[in-house]
């Protein structure tokens, strides 16, 4: 769950990272850089065919306390939740207590506009169901006491539903993506209705017992959670500490981002999934390889909580999080049978950016190839790619270059996060032409541009047949 922008939208996505670096020693070691990007502390695991073979704590929890980070320091997790909350839907299925295909006005029948919206399109991110954490009435929740970021007041899923209250669906249910935490703590809801328990009950139960995560609790608890870090953000241009939206925070991230974790027990949650001990080997597969999304390049797909894609040319299995003060990446290469899990107390910097110099560092000639150029680059084109991104990074934007769908998506509200997040990469130094992919009438261009923060990021923009831009999306990968 990511809060002020989504981590992956179709259109202005708004996945952006803070340089990147390289864990170990040298002059970018993670002493330097922690300084150099104001990360506060971070927590990395690397395992290596089922094999913990790092298992590092970096820098404080706590920015007044100096309390160090170690291997028991707690991090909220944000949108990898998701995986846990899809899991616990396919263990009902798996059960018989609810089809994939069954519609969301069985469950939760006050929730009009959604009514026909099916389980699947909600896992799948398909739905329609517009974003609560997008909508002005949330963002006005998030406000400063003294000079600690807080929540005005707490939720519950009647708010969150308030927030939705008469908006339409962005789209027919199944004939596009768009990432929503709304889909999420729909599902959270269901898992509630049909278990008869409550969504953090069944999942300590069904998936922390299962994969033997005794250090995994929630954000309601962050109180009383002894080794629990602090969180910090960028908020009206300050670094500012986001520990006060413990307990203010309870009842808005729910089936959508309120997992608190630790990166070894991530990598415990990821052995028990992959080796059939929270849901079958075939819902794994379902979890993990369902629709193409375009946008996304010519290998990526959104699963059922998890992103399917390549870096580096590499198959990669993952998702990240961000809520307000902490990012995190939990990111599973087959192919290699290695799992990279960041987990920072800041969005400063960016865990998914980490999590690949982390996988570089382990692979050199894999990222060294992954930098190539490819033949057949358009100047046309990729001076028409520079320029969208100059334009959503100083928020004009010239709407006659996008097609309707983009254009009503672009949404003063989600153009003004993508700008202050864009600020953060600084400017464009290097665009390296990856190739292009073509599906039915549309083409999707890829390029990897390096940015004076240090950052290194992939632009997708895909253009239809009537040359109109239909997508445009910056994310980490190759």
């Known amino acids: 769950m990511c809060i002020i922008v989504m981590k992956l939208v179709v259109c202005a996505l708004a996945a952006v990272a803070l340089p990147a670096f390289l864990l170990g020693a040298g002059a970018w070691g993670p ?6 990007q104001n990360v506060p502390g971070m927590e990395v695991v690397v395992v290596d065919h089922g094999r913990i073979v790092t298992d590092a704590a970096y820098g404080v929890r706590n920015v007044d306390t100096q309390q160090p980070v170690d291997t028991h320091t707690r991090f909220e997790i944000g949108s990898i939740t998701k995986q846990f909350t899809a899991a616990a839907i396919l263990q009902l299925r798996e059960r018989g207590r609810l089809s994939l295909d069954d519609r969301l006005g069985k469950y939760v029948p006050q929730y009009v506009q959604g009514r026909n919206v099916t389980l699947r399109q909600l896992l799948m991110q398909v739905s329609g169901i517009p974003n609560y954490t997008d909508t002005p009435a949330f963002r006005s929740l998030v406000t400063l006491r003294g000079t600690t970021v807080v929540l005005r007041r707490s939720g519950n899923f009647d708010a969150i539903l ?18 929503s935490n709304s889909n999420y703590v729909l599902l959270g809801r269901i898992v509630e209705i049909v278990s008869g328990m409550s969504w953090q009950r069944y999942v300590e139960k069904n998936v922390f017992a299962r994969a033997g995560m005794t250090e995994s609790t929630f954000m309601e608890n962050e109180g009383n959670t002894p080794d629990m870090a602090t969180g910090y953000l960028m908020f009206r241009g300050h670094i500012r500490d986001a520990g006060g939206t413990r307990g203010t925070f309870t009842g808005w991230a729910e089936g959508a981002g309120a997992i608190v974790s630790t990166a070894t027990d991530l990598a415990k949650w990821d052995a028990a999934l992959f080796g059939g001990r929270i849901v079958s080997s075939a819902d794994v597969r379902l979890m993990t390889a369902p629709g193409r999304l375009a946008a996304f390049g010519p290998d990526a797909h959104y699963g059922f909580g998890w992103v399917v894609d390549r870096y580096d040319g590499q198959p990669r299995i993952w998702h990240n999080g961000g809520t307000l003060g ?26 998914d950016t980490i999590a690949g110099a982390q996988f570089e560092r382990l692979h050199p000639r894999l990222a060294a190839a992954s930098r190539r150029a490819v033949a057949g680059e358009d100047p046309a084109v990729t001076n028409r790619a520079k320029a969208v991104l100059a334009q959503l990074t100083n928020g004009l934007v010239d709407r006659t270059q996008f097609d309707a769908d983009m254009n009503a998506h672009l949404t003063p509200d989600l153009l003004a996060g993508a700008k202050a997040q864009f600020l953060q990469l600084g400017s464009a130094t290097t665009w390296v ?16 541009v390096s940015f004076s923060s240090g950052a290194q990021l992939n632009v997708y923009m895909s253009v239809n047949a009537a040359g109109k831009i239909s997508g445009y999306l910056l994310s980490p990968g190759s």
Do not use: D, W
């Open 31 to 36: 002493a330097s850089s922690m300084h150099v």
């Open 162 to 179: 308030a927030l939705l209250h008469g908006k339409p669906l962005g789209f027919r249910p199944g004939t596009r993506f768009q990432y």
């Open 326 to 351: 902490f990012s995190s990446s939990n990111e599973i290469y087959p192919r290699q049978h290695q799992i990279v899990i960041v987990l920072l107390n800041t969005t400063v910097a960016n865990a």
């Open 433 to 448: 032409y990856r190739g292009k992919h073509a599906v039915g009438a549309q083409t999707t261009y890829a390029y990897h």
